[in-house]
């Protein structure tokens, strides 16, 4: 079991900036590739970038790609998110996961953690 607690979101003007950190205990973090997911409401959940096991490869949403960047600490067992340039369309519950696999279907993801509002004024 791994379990994943997410924490750093908020509401941000656009234009902004926000970090968020998902932290993991239980099985071995380094284990598993981590990816980060959103969801608005009325919406599907949507894949927003994932890091492999080592970080040493990452891969981005067109939609984020330029402004999001993924970053993981395994001596931490955490996994970050850093939010720059945010927009309103950002607006969303943003979920850190893990899985075997990196990958951009959010099937493949075992654990999950409860989510984190990220709220985008205009």
């Known amino acids: 079991q791994v379990q994943l607690v997410e924490s750093g979101g908020g509401l941000v003007q656009a234009g902004g900036s926000l970090r968020l950190s998902c932290a993991a205990s239980?099985?071995?973090?380094?284990?598993?590739?981590m990816g980060w997911f959103r969801q608005a409401p009325g919406k599907e959940r949507e894949f927003v970038a994932y890091i492999t096991r080592s970080g040493g490869s990452t891969y981005y949403a067109e939609s984020v790609k330029g402004r999001f960047t993924i970053s993981r600490d395994n001596a931490k067992n955490t996994v970050y998110l850093q939010m720059n340039s945010l927009k309103p369309e950002d607006t969303a519950v943003y979920y850190c996961a893990a899985s075997q696999v990196a990958t951009t279907r959010w099937t493949a993801y075992d654990y999950w953690g409860q989510g984190t509002q990220v709220t985008v004024s205009s």
């Open positions: 239980g099985r071995t973090f380094s284990s598993y590739a």
